[in-house]
């Protein structure tokens, strides 16, 4: 009986003792959020012992102090978060859940251990309390192609050109271009059934595509899609809008039209019209029959329409009688007749 009596006793003292001691962290896990940053997550029971818990991030290759720190502790980096006796703050994520976001600076390319230890209310921690994680940090992502523009602007012709410039290409099939009168992509037509082929060099790469289904004073929105091996990414949308007026309409030659109608009455309206070659300008003058100045026109390249009401540049009604109109170009000097009747 005394025996047995020994027994009960030692139990309960061991039992009183075991109680002193903070419980153990459940699990523990470490999740970059960053390649330099880093949140520790911890689980325990809950437990009035626990004062404080004591956090650390160590790089795997310390492994003097894991399972059991042998020789001395971690350095507790996390320093004091308050445990299940104290406020909780904004530590306590969800019930039975803590959350603790390191402030040190994690080098991207280096694996990392998290401890935590539970504290109990003398100021003395169990050292097998101690827990932690891995993390290998994923090696950064290839991208198929890095581009640095994508744009649309009109043309002389009224077209729309995109150009787009990659960085690097990796491994990449092609691109399509895809046009919208609206934001909506969903709704966007594919304008290069063919697929332009991609180069898959890492030096800079300037492409051009030029969309002529395009029709004047219309705003229109292009997305690229870059296809790789095993997936496609959309780039933009770019906007343009083309203009509403008519192209310049250009010719090999320079050309001036007999004058319109011919004779014609001062209340009536005479046209002249004169096709001027690229790259050239001048100048159409009408003069009476005393070799004097009436009206000047300037002409500059593609068609131009010049409109006379018969009166000089004063303002002054021509009297009836014949006129000449003379054009000077560099490519063309010539002079025709006009006859203004009553």
């Not at 899609?225 to 509403?244: L, R």
Request: hydrophobic share 35%; charged share 15%.
């Amino acid at each position: 009986m005394k025996k047995l009596l020994l027994l009960m006793t030692l139990m309960v003292i061991a039992g009183v003792c075991l109680a002193q001691f903070a419980a153990r962290p459940d699990w523990v896990t470490f999740t970059r959020t960053s390649d330099t940053t880093g949140t520790i997550r911890w689980a325990t029971t809950p437990s009035d012992l626990v004062v404080y818990y004591y956090l650390s991030i160590m790089p795997d290759t310390d492994l003097n102090y894991f399972p059991e720190p042998t020789g001395g502790e971690p350095p507790w980096n996390g320093g004091a978060v308050p445990g299940s006796s104290a406020p909780l703050g904004h530590y306590l994520e969800t019930p039975g859940v803590y959350k603790w976001d390191s402030p040190l600076v994690l080098n991207p390319a280096v694996n990392y251990i998290a401890y935590v230890a539970a504290v109990n209310d003398g100021w003395a921690w169990n050292i097998s309390s101690v827990a932690s994680s891995f993390h290998n940090p994923p090696p950064p992502p290839v991208l198929p192609v890095e581009l640095s523009s994508f744009s649309a602007v009109p043309t002389a012709q009224n077209y729309v050109k995109l150009t787009w410039v990659s960085q690097s290409e990796t491994n990449l099939l092609g691109y399509r271009v895809y046009r919208c009168e609206t934001s909506n992509q969903e709704e966007a037509l594919n304008v290069t059934p063919v697929m332009i082929p991609a180069t898959n060099t890492t030096t800079t790469q300037s492409y051009n595509y030029t969309d002529e289904e395009v029709e004047r004073g219309v705003s229109y929105y292009y997305w690229l899609e870059s296809i790789d091996m095993e997936q496609s990414n959309f780039h933009g949308p770019v906007n343009v809008t083309t203009s509403a007026d008519t192209p310049a309409i250009l010719t090999e030659m320079t050309t001036m039209r007999d004058a319109y109608p011919n004779p014609f009455r001062t209340n009536e309206q005479l046209s002249i019209e004169v096709l001027v070659k690229a790259g050239e300008k001048g100048q159409l003058t009408i003069y009476n029959v005393a070799g004097q100045t009436v009206k000047t026109y300037s002409v500059s390249e593609g068609q131009n329409i010049l409109n006379w009401n018969g009166k000089d540049s004063k303002g002054n009604n021509c009297s009836a009688g014949i006129y000449f109109y003379k054009l000077n170009t560099p490519s063309l000097n010539q002079t025709k007749k006009l006859v203004i009747v009553k």
